[in-house]
């Protein structure tokens, strides 16, 4: 945190270079996100860039009160929603290369990691898009409720009646359609 904030201050006075070191922190977790909601590597890819010079323009509104990553996320996020609602945006489905993030096993697990990697992205796709946003920041970005209501600008019962009723939406999911998720259709 202190060296974010260092960081910002070297940024704020004209430092490119310390940007760069903010960007490689951040882009990864970014492009992952927008990636979901998107479901376009492509879009992902333009959508990553332009959020990342609107936070560079943006960056003197940042106010330190409330964590830089939760800032970066909204602005990241309002930018993509602003683009959806231009665009009134259509998601295709494609397959992420899985191949680089499983672990070289027997081939009859690493298929049966693929399906359920495949299945969980499916089901978290028929979520609402609020609802969606709130699943992919909460367990793939790992950020707390407090950061993800400071993202979304909403309050923080938002935040947990939205995560319920997501995870209840894909519970019935599960039950209705079966699959791997059986800890899901069990109330996990």
């Given at each position: 945190?202190?060296d974010?904030?260092?960081?910002?201050?070297?940024v704020?006075?004209?430092?490119?270079?310390?940007?760069a070191?903010?960007i490689?922190?951040?882009?990864n977790?970014?492009?992952?996100?927008i990636?979901?909601?998107?479901?376009n590597p492509?879009d992902?890819?333009?959508?990553v860039?332009?959020?990342?010079?609107?936070?560079?323009?943006?960056l003197g509104?940042y106010d330190a009160?409330g964590?830089f990553?939760?800032w970066?996320?909204r602005?990241?996020?309002?930018?993509?929603?602003?683009e959806f609602?231009k665009?009134r945006y259509s998601?295709?489905?494609v397959?992420?290369?899985e191949?680089?993030?499983?672990?070289?096993?027997?081939p009859?697990v690493?298929?049966?990691k693929?399906?359920?990697s495949r299945?969980l992205?499916?089901?978290?796709?028929?979520?609402p898009e609020?609802?969606?946003?709130?699943?992919l920041?909460?367990?793939?970005?790992?950020?707390?409720?407090e950061e993800?209501?400071?993202?979304m600008d909403?309050?923080?019962s938002?935040?947990?009646?939205k995560?319920?009723?997501?995870?209840?939406?894909?519970?019935?999911?599960?039950k209705r359609e079966?699959g791997?998720f059986?800890e899901?259709?069990n109330?996990?």
């Amino acid at each position: 945190m202190e060296d974010e904030q260092r960081l910002i201050q070297q940024v704020l006075a004209g430092d490119k270079q310390a940007y760069a070191h903010i960007i490689n922190k951040y882009k990864n977790q970014l492009y992952a996100t927008i990636l979901r909601m998107t479901k376009n590597p492509q879009d992902a890819q333009d959508l990553v860039q332009d959020a990342f010079i609107k936070v560079y323009r943006n960056l003197g509104k940042y106010d330190a009160s409330g964590s830089f990553s939760s800032w970066l996320y909204r602005v990241a996020i309002n930018h993509c929603m602003d683009e959806f609602r231009k665009k009134r945006y259509s998601t295709i489905q494609v397959e992420i290369d899985e191949a680089k993030v499983v672990n070289r096993e027997h081939p009859e697990v690493v298929f049966l990691k693929k399906e359920k990697s495949r299945q969980l992205e499916r089901l978290i796709a028929t979520l609402p898009e609020d609802e969606r946003l709130i699943i992919l920041l909460r367990y793939v970005n790992e950020i707390s409720y407090e950061e993800i209501g400071e993202v979304m600008d909403v309050p923080l019962s938002t935040v947990r009646n939205k995560l319920h009723r997501a995870k209840k939406k894909m519970r019935e999911t599960v039950k209705r359609e079966g699959g791997y998720f059986h800890e899901l259709s069990n109330g996990g």
